[in-house]
């Protein structure tokens, strides 16, 4: 028998770092609206992918994009995607996480000039 087919989804743990401020993820909730949901003070802006002021970077885990109109390409560079940085009201984690972010503070509206 294959057990792993039917593996049911668990939430997974968000890790601040630096304050070590810990929340849990849904499977398939965006990361920044589990932030919300447990009122953690992420920065942010447009909530629907479009300004970049939510971005944050994974120092630890994996996550993906979902079936979003957000083109992560045109808010972060190259070089930011390498190392990490996501667009945090449109990327899920699918794995426990440990991120690095700015919380409380305002954030960098890049994608609205
Ligand atoms: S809040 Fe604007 S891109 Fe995420």
Not at 6 to 29: R, Y
Not at 45 to 62: F, L, N, Q
Request: with cysteine; glycine share 10%; hydrophobic share 35%.
């Amino acid at each position: 028998m294959v057990f792993g087919l039917f593996k049911k989804k668990e939430p997974v743990k968000v890790t601040i770092k630096g304050t070590g401020e810990t929340f849990m993820c849904n499977p398939d909730e965006l990361l920044m609206k589990a932030a919300f949901r447990q009122k953690v003070d992420w920065p942010h802006s447009c909530k629907v992918g479009s300004c970049g002021s939510c971005r944050a970077t994974i120092v630890e885990g994996e996550g993906k994009y979902p079936s979003s109109p957000c083109d992560p390409t045109t808010l972060l560079h190259k070089e930011e995607m390498d190392n990490g940085m996501v667009i945090a009201c449109q990327w899920v984690p699918t794995t426990d996480v440990t991120v690095d972010v700015e919380i409380g503070k305002e954030g960098d509206k890049r994608g609205m000039v």
